[in-house]
């Protein structure tokens, strides 16, 4: 409770008031609503100028008591503020940091077998890897485009494997990854199939490749 909050709770415990017969001295014709404006100005954090007016008309206070404590008040307002304030720049130093390390988007076939990050293909000695790259306009199409986009690239993927990898054996679905936050997974029909995959770091966290 705010210093102002707490000497009114004082003074109406000391005069022996409830909250029905202070509303009433009010003037509130809908006691329920005045009741309950009594209460958030007695009893909780609530600080309301105009109310607290109309209260101390029926309520009186000592005035230098009174002066103590809406100073108090105030103090700890500007405080509050200056808090909020504070923590509005970290939050958006924060989120400017995370946009600045933001991954570009990708895609992560899911198969029978989890597989190295890297590894040779004998014996052309090509590099393999389960990462699929998607081209970064992709994040500048509607929700639906997109979506329809990652179904393009997974026929084009079965087409060219196959639906199978060697090593990893048979493809069983695809990991989106469209930034640090937001990964979804589909099945090799193209289907969404869930849309909140935890993430770490950019990573999937249930699907690791070893190594």
């Known amino acids: 409770m705010y210093p102002i909050n707490r000497l009114l709770k004082c003074r109406v415990e000391e005069l022996g008031l409830t909250k029905k017969e202070i509303a009433e001295k009010m003037g509130y014709k809908n006691l329920s609503k005045g009741i309950s404006k009594v209460h958030d100005l007695v009893y909780r954090d609530y600080y309301s100028p105009d109310l607290l007016r ?101 026929k084009a993927d079965l087409a060219k494997t196959g639906g199978s990898v060697s090593d990893g054996g048979k493809i069983i679905g695809y990991y989106f990854i469209r930034d640090f936050k937001n990964a979804y997974y589909f099945d090799t029909e193209g289907n969404l199939i869930r849309n909140k995959i935890k993430l770490r770091n950019g990573n999937i966290t249930e699907w690791r490749w070893n190594g």
């Not at 009186?60 to 700890?76: G, I, K, N, Q, R």
């Not at 052309?124 to 997109?146: N, T």
């Open 54 to 154: 109309q209260f101390l008309e029926v309520v009186p206070v000592d005035e230098f008591v009174l002066e103590l404590a809406l100073e108090a008040t105030e103090s700890m307002f500007a405080l509050k503020k200056k808090i909020e304030t504070a923590r509005n720049h970290y939050e958006e130093s924060d989120e400017q940091h995370f946009i600045e390390r933001t991954l570009d988007p990708y895609m992560l076939r899911r198969t029978e077998k989890r597989l190295n990050g890297w590894a040779f293909q004998d014996p052309k000695k090509r590099w393999y890897h389960p990462v699929i790259g998607v081209e970064a306009r992709i994040l500048e199409l509607s929700r639906s485009e997109m979506f329809d986009a990652i179904r393009e690239n997974i």
